[in-house]
């Protein structure tokens, strides 16, 4: 994915020297422009589409389930203090 688009943005920047005479040092203007387009690309840290669409679905499993733990973890809570569970006994009972 990198490597198409930084050959992608190399051809349009060697498409601007089309129809025009061969000047000297272009080719070696060429291999600079990639150098650096491939450098810049190298420190943004990119991801392909591919993988954010892959770590998107693990992320919308994960919230279905923390969800689905919270709703259980609210239903044990309640059927703990509900009304089948004794009430704890108070300190003034022997009064």
Request: net charge negative; glycine share 4%; no cysteine.
């Amino acid at each position: 994915m990198r490597q198409k688009l930084i050959d992608t943005l190399t051809h349009q920047f060697s498409q601007l020297f089309e129809g025009a005479p061969e000047l000297p040092g272009q080719r070696e203007m060429q291999q600079q422009i990639r150098s650096v387009v491939q450098s810049t690309f190298a420190r943004l840290d990119l991801v392909t589409r591919d993988e954010f669409d892959a770590q998107s679905a693990v992320l919308a499993r994960t919230r279905e389930l923390v969800e689905t733990l919270e709703q259980r973890v609210a239903e044990l809570e309640q059927n703990k203090t509900g009304p089948d569970t004794p009430a704890p006994a108070s300190d003034n009972a022997a009064e």
